[in-house]
């Protein structure tokens, strides 16, 4: 994993290997699928026509296990960015993302994504005769862990096509651990975490730039300018931006040592009651450097 590669902006890349990308298993006929490592259904429909995707074999348990993640996942990262900021006035992208979300079921509240917004009633006193009272609605949640392992497995399939070998028909697993920091959602881009991330690694260079699906889908691994370490980011359905790390745990401490940690606000709203929250921060296009390279090596 030397060089960047960059991905053709038009054709599916689809490697016939003989062991799972997720698992390691050898594929047997009985125990072999093929494997849209963006899954067809995971954004718009359509969006994937005339985009690179990229087709691996895979085995049926990690298969299914992943579309599991993906269907929901899908439907909650288009659907919450539907409700709040209306993508865009395209009538069939949004009945598309309405569909999608009467058909998903959110693993959380087990009813369908579409009625599994959150809604909760904040009262703060301000003094002992005055008080505010809040609405607050949250878009369907995902349980965080569910998302990274998702992100891991999209960057376990990316990793092991770039390390193909073309006459094993194997590929390889990085070395060391998966690191994932706190994700964020399009509101949030600019909080003081991301924006720490993207400056710092901003400066490794890419070995991967994978960006598809009419940006439905985004993707960049770089490489950590002296040890055995890369960062990596995805972004998913214009919402949901993951970051973290892949390989040596020590440079990785070292770096996130270094990040801004962003800070939690805390409303007294009674005796031995509070709420914690942070405000949101959206991000400006001209500081927005996650996914961005200039091209010079
Ligand atoms: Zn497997």
């Not at 590669?5 to 290997?17: C, D, K, M, S, Y």
């Not at 745990?249 to 709203?269: F, G, Y």
């Not at 509070?274 to 400006?284: D, G, H, M, N, S």
Request: aromatic letters at 10%; proline letters at 4%.
């Amino acid at each position: 994993m030397d060089d960047l590669t960059e991905l053709p902006g038009n054709r599916a890349i689809v490697i016939q290997n003989i062991t799972c990308p997720y698992c390691g298993i050898s594929l047997q006929s009985d125990n072999d699928t093929k494997e849209h490592v963006i899954g067809r259904r995971f954004v718009p429909k359509g969006s994937l026509n005339g985009h690179w995707n990229l087709i691996v074999r895979a085995c049926t348990k990690c298969n299914h296990a992943k579309s599991i993640l993906e269907d929901d996942i899908s439907a909650i990262t288009l659907a919450a960015r539907y409700w709040f900021e209306p993508l865009d006035s395209d009538e069939s992208l949004l009945e598309g993302i309405r569909h999608k979300a009467k058909k998903s079921i959110s693993k959380i509240t087990r009813k369908k994504v579409i009625d599994s917004q959150e809604k909760t009633d904040l009262k703060v006193d301000l003094t002992s005769s005055a008080s505010l009272t809040f609405d607050l609605v949250a878009p369907p949640q995902v349980e965080s862990e569910r998302l990274h392992e998702l992100a891991r497995m999209q960057l376990m399939a990316i990793f092991y096509f770039l390390t193909f070998n073309k006459t094993k028909k194997t590929g390889g697993f990085w070395r060391g651990g998966f690191y994932v920091l706190p994700e964020a959602h399009h509101a949030d881009w600019g909080n003081e975490l991301h924006k720490s991330f993207m400056n710092i690694v901003a400066a490794w260079k890419p070995r991967w730039l994978g960006d598809t699906a009419d940006g439905f889908f985004r993707s960049i691994i770089r490489k950590h300018p002296s040890e055995e370490c890369w960062s990596w980011a995805l972004e998913w359905n214009k919402n949901y931006r993951l970051i973290g790390f892949i390989g040596a745990q020590a440079p990785v401490e070292e770096v996130v040592s270094t990040l801004t940690h962003p800070k939690i606000m805390h409303i007294d709203t009674g005796v031995n009651s509070w709420v914690r929250f942070r405000a949101e921060t959206q991000i400006a296009d001209e500081e927005d450097c996650l996914f961005a390279w200039d091209g010079a090596e």
